[in-house]
C-alpha cells in the first residue's frame, strides 16, 4: 500500500473535515451504537444525544438556499455512521414550518415555540412522505374536513419513520378540493399506530391510523386546499429540499462500506496475495468508488440548483435521486461481495449499511418514479 | 507574423480577435453535419485547405496564444486564449481531424516538457502554423495496453557512420497518420535492461525512407487510423526526445496528456453543467419505433439522461477536488474516463433496445439514421482507446484506493528474458 492512496481514501475537503470533525467529537469511539441500539430493540432514540447535536449545531438546522450546502455535508456524517435519528424528517418540517410565507399565515407564537423546540432537538418531527399528494403514494390516504374551529381528520398514513417516538408528524391530506399539509401532534386523541417490519431496521416505520382527530386552525401548515398553488407546491419545495439531503445520506453510508471493504480487500490474504491485488476484487471496488463520487457530483448539482432556484432543479434532484437509488444499492452489493463471509455476520456492521441504502432507494420515491418524473418535466419544458 | 505584445490588454486582445475573425473565418451554420466523434476521413485536400488556414491563423497571431514566444507563440496569458476561444465559438476554426488535436494537445506537450532546446525551435513553431501535423505512433501491433511492452526496436547505427538510430517493428491504430508528416515514436533501445528502462522516444517523419504508412479501414467502414511498417528507417540523434532510456518517464507525459485529450483536461471543466435536453437520439429512436409512451422505452431514456449528466458532473467534481489539493491529484482523471467508457456503450445498448429495428436499417437517404449505427459502433472508443477501462480501474484501484498491485512477474528481469519465458509459457 503506498501513502499518498491511503492519504487519498480518507481525504475530506476542507468544509467537510471540520464538520467531519465535530461529529466525531459527538458520536464518540463507537458511532454506531446508537443504530444498533435502536436496531436490536433494546433503546429507543437518545433525546440527549439529539440536544448535544443539536446545540454543535448538527441537528435541527433551518436549510434554506444558502444552508443546503452545508446540510448535504451534516447528513453524510449522519449517513456514514448509520444514525437512527429522524434527523431528514425533523429537518424537512423545520423548513415546512419556517418556509418563505407558510409561518406568517400560521399561527403565531404557538408555531414559534414548536419551531425553537425542533432546532434544539427538545423535540422531534417526522415526515409522512410515504404518501405525497402530486408526486408518490396515495393521495387519498387522509381526508379533512372543516370543523368549528379547526379540522377533523380521518385515514391512514402508510410507514411512517419513527412514528409513535416523535412530537410531530408532517402531512398532507386531501382538503377543500385538493391537499392541505397539517402538523399532527403524535399523541393526539385518534392517533393510533400500526408497527411494521422493517428491512431497515435502525429506523422503524408504523402505519398511523387516525380516528376523528380534532386539529385546531393552528395545525394547517402553509396555503390551504388549492389556495396560492395550494400544499402541492409547498411539497414540491420539501421534496426540492429532502433530496439532496436524503442522497448525502446515502453517499455517506455508500461512503463507509467501500472504507471498510477496501480495508478488508487491503489486509485479507488468499491464495498468497492481498485479495485487492486480484483485478476481479480490485475493479469491482474501483466501480463502488466510482459511483460514490458520480453520486457525490449528481448530488453537487442538485444542492446547487435547489440553492440557485434553477428552472431545472426539480428534473436535476429527481436525477440524483434515480442515479443514487440505483447505485447506492449497487455500491452495498459490491461492498457485501468483497467482504464474503465476513458480511453475513450480525456482528459485522455490514448489514446495518445494507439495509440503509436498500431503505433510502425505496424511500422519497424509487428509481422508476424519478425517471419517469424526469421524462415528464422535459416534456413539459419543465 | 503578428505579434501582440503582452501589455496588450486582454480586452484589446479580445477586439482584435474579434475583428479578424470576422473579416477571415467562415461562421458555422445552424445544423453542422454531425460526424460521429469526428472519426470520419479527411481527404488530404481537405487536409492541405484547413492547414492553409491554420497557417493564416497563425500569422495573425491567435495560434499558441499562451506559448512561449521563441517556439512561434505569443507569450500571453489563459486569459487572453479564453478571450480568443469565445470570440471564435461562432466560428469554423481550422480543422485537422483527430491529428491535429493530437498535434498541439498531446505531442506539442510532450516536446515542451522533454525535447532538447533545438529540437523545439525547429518544430514547434511548424506545429503551430499547420506546417507540420503529428500523430501519435505509441502502441505495436503487439503492444496497446502495455505500452511498455512495444517490441518497435531501434539501435545505433555504430559503424555505419553519425549517431543515427535504424528502426524497425511496426505501429498501429495512429489516428490520422496518414495525412501526418511526423509521428512521435516509441521504440525499445535496450532489450537487456528492465522492460521500462529500454524505451527512447523519436520524431519519425513519415514521408523518410524505410517508413510506409498504410490507412486501415475501420469496422463503422471509414478511414481514419493507420499501420506503419519501419524497414531500417534511419532516424538522426537531433530528432530523439528525451534521454534514450527515459522513455517510460516521458511517456507519462503523452500518456497523461492523451487522456486529457480524450476526456477534457479537468480544469478546463470546473464549470457546472447543466442537463440538457433529454437523450436526442434516444428520445428520437423511440419516436421513430413508435415507442415514445413505453414506460420501459421511457425508464431507458432517464437512466441514459442522467448516466451522461453525472458523468459531466463526475468532471466539475473531480476539478474542484483537484484544486483544493486533493492527494490523488490527476490520477483522479482517470475517474472520467472510465465513467465514459462505461456510460457511452451503455447508451448505445440502450440505443438498440429502444429503436429495435428502426435503429439497425435506415432508408438510403436518412442520413440521421445512418448516425445512430455511426454512434453504436464507436461506442467502445472511449472504453478501449488512451488506456482501457481495465487499465483506468488499475491506477485508480492503486493509486486513489491504495490497492495493492499484482505481483509482477516481470521483476528483476530484462526485457529479453520476461518475453522469452513468456512465450515458453504461452505454447
Known amino acids: ?382 | 507574423m503578428t505579434m501582440h505584445s503582452v501589455s496588450t490588454g486582454v480586452e484589446a486582445f479580445r477586439a482584435a480577435a474579434r475583428e479578424w475573425l470576422a473579416q477571415n473565418l467562415a461562421r458555422r451554420s445552424g445544423h453542422e453535419e454531425r460526424s460521429a466523434r469526428g472519426l470520419t476521413h479527411r481527404t488530404i485536400e481537405d487536409i492541405a485547405t484547413q492547414r492553409a488556414l491554420q497557417k493564416r491563423v497563425h500569422e495573425a497571431g491567435f495560434a499558441g496564444i499562451t506559448w512561449p514566444v521563441e517556439y512561434g507563440g505569443q507569450g500571453l496569458t489563459a486569459a487572453h486564449e479564453a478571450a480568443f476561444l469565445e470570440e471564435a465559438e461562432p466560428y469554423r476554426l481550422p480543422d485537422m481531424g483527430i491529428a491535429g488535436v493530437v498535434t498541439i494537445k498531446v505531442c506539442a506537450e510532450v516536446i515542451l516538457r522533454h525535447a532538447s532546446e533545438d529540437f523545439k525551435r525547429r518544430h514547434l513553431p511548424k506545429m503551430l502554423s499547420g506546417e507540420e501535423v503529428w500523430v501519435e505512433f505509441f502502441s505495436d501491433s503487439a503492444a496497446g495496453s502495455d505500452l511498455a511492452g512495444v517490441v518497435t526496436t531501434a539501435v545505433r547505427a555504430d559503424g555505419q557512420g553519425g549517431d543515427d538510430w535504424i528502426l524497425n517493428g511496426e505501429k498501429v491504430w495512429s489516428s490520422g497518420a496518414y495525412y501526418a508528416d511526423f509521428g512521435l515514436c516509441l521504440a525499445r533501445t535496450d532489450w537487456d535492461v528492465a522492460k521500462h528502462k529500454g524505451l527512447t522516444w523519436f520524431a519519425v517523419a513519415t514521408a523518410q525512407p524505410g517508413v510506409t504508412v498504410e490507412p486501415l479501414r475501420e469496422i463503422t467502414g471509414d478511414i481514419e487510423f493507420c499501420r506503419e511498417i519501419f524497414q531500417n528507417a534511419r532516424i538522426p540523434d537531433s530528432e530523439r526526445i528525451g534521454e534514450a532510456g527515459s522513455g517510460w518517464e516521458v511517456a507519462q507525459t503523452a500518456l497523461r496528456f492523451e487522456r486529457e485529450a480524450s476526456s477534457g483536461s479537468l480544469t478546463s471543466v470546473a464549470k457546472m453543467p447543466r442537463p440538457g435536453p433529454l437523450a436526442p437520439d434516444l428520445v428520437e429512436l423511440a419516436a421513430r419505433a413508435g415507442r415514445s409512451d413505453d414506460g420501459h422505452v421511457r425508464q431507458l431514456i432517464a437512466k441514459a439522461h442522467a448516466d451522461d449528466f453525472a458523468s459531466r458532473a463526475l468532471g466539475e467534481r473531480l476539478a474542484r477536488l483537484m484544486a483544493a489539493g486533493h492527494p490523488a491529484g490527476g490520477a483522479l482523471i482517470s475517474y472520467v474516463k472510465l465513467a465514459r467508457g462505461i456510460v457511452e456503450p451503455n447508451h448505445a445498448k440502450a440505443a438498440i433496445e429502444i429503436g429495435g429495428a428502426a435503429a439497425v436499417s435506415w432508408a438510403k437517404d436518412d442520413r440521421l439514421g445512418a448516425t445512430f449505427a455511426l454512434d453504436y459502433l464507436n461506442s467502445r472508443v472511449t472504453a478501449i482507446a488512451g488506456g482501457t477501462n481495465e487499465i483506468q480501474r488499475n491506477t485508480l484501484g492503486e493509486r486513489v484506493l491504495g490497492l495493492p498491485r499484482e505481483p509482477n512477474v516481470e521483476r528483476n528481469l530484462t526485457f529479453r528474458e520476461s518475453q522469452r519465458r513468456a512465450l515458453a509459457e504461452s505454447t
Open chain 1, 1 to 382: 500500500m503506498n501513502n499518498t492512496a491511503a492519504i487519498a481514501a480518507g481525504w475530506l475537503e476542507p468544509g467537510e473535515a471540520e464538520v467531519a470533525a465535530t461529529f466525531a467529537g459527538l458520536v464518540g469511539a463507537s458511532p454506531l451504537d446508537r443504530a444498533r441500539a435502536v436496531g436490536e430493540g433494546r433503546r429507543g432514540l437518545d433525546r440527549t444525544f439529539i440536544q448535544r447535536a443539536a446545540a454543535a449545531g448538527l441537528f435541527g438546522q433551518t436549510i434554506g438556499a444558502g444552508g443546503i450546502a452545508r446540510a448535504c455535508i451534516v447528513a453524510e456524517q449522519w449517513g456514514r455512521t448509520a444514525s437512527p435519528e429522524p434527523w431528514l424528517e425533523t429537518n424537512v418540517v423545520i423548513e415546512a414550518l419556517s418556509g418563505a410565507g407558510v409561518f406568517a399565515a400560521g399561527a403565531g407564537a404557538g408555531r414559534a415555540a414548536i419551531l425553537s423546540d425542533l432546532q434544539a432537538g427538545r423535540a422531534l418531527a417526522s415526515w409522512a412522505s410515504g404518501d405525497l399528494p402530486g408526486f408518490w403514494g396515495r393521495d387519498d390516504g387522509v381526508v379533512a374536513t372543516e370543523a368549528a374551529d379547526g379540522f377533523v381528520l380521518n385515514g391512514e398514513l402508510s410507514a411512517v419513520v419513527h412514528a409513535d417516538s416523535v412530537d410531530w408528524i408532517l402531512l398532507a391530506a386531501r382538503d377543500a378540493g385538493s391537499f392541505s399539509q397539517f402538523l399532527l401532534p403524535a399523541r393526539a386523541t385518534g392517533v393510533s399506530f400500526a408497527p411494521l417490519n422493517s428491512l431497515d431496521i435502525t429506523r422503524p416505520s408504523l402505519n398511523v391510523r387516525l380516528d376523528n382527530v380534532r386539529l385546531d386552525a393552528a395545525a394547517l401548515v402553509g396555503a390551504r386546499g388549492a389556495a396560492r398553488g395550494g400544499a402541492v407546491a409547498d411539497i414540491a419545495r420539501q421534496v426540492q429540499v429532502a433530496l439532496p439531503l436524503a442522497v448525502s445520506q446515502s453517499i455517506g453510508a455508500m461512503r463507509a462500506v467501500v472504507d471498510t471493504a477496501v480495508a478488508h480487500a487491503r489486509a485479507r490474504v488468499a491464495f498468497g496475495r492481498p485479495i485487492g491485488s486480484f483485478q476481479a476484487v480490485k475493479h469491482m471496488l474501483v466501480d463502488a468508488s466510482l459511483g460514490i463520487e458520480m453520486s457525490a457530483a449528481m448530488r453537487d448539482a442538485a444542492a446547487r440548483a435547489v440553492a440557485a432556484g434553477q428552472d431545472d432543479a426539480a428534473e436535476i434532484v429527481s436525477m440524483a435521486k434515480a442515479f443514487v437509488a440505483r447505485t447506492g444499492i449497487d455500491v452495498a452489493h459490491a461492498a457485501w461481495q468483497v467482504l464474503g463471509g465476513m458480511a453475513y455476520m450480525w456482528e459485522n456492521d455490514f448489514h446495518l449499511y445494507l439495509r440503509r441504502l436498500t431503505a433510502d432507494a425505496a424511500a422519497l420515491g424509487g428509481e422508476v418514479w424519478h425517471n419517469e418524473n424526469v421524462v415528464t418535466l422535459q416534456e413539459k419544458g419543465q
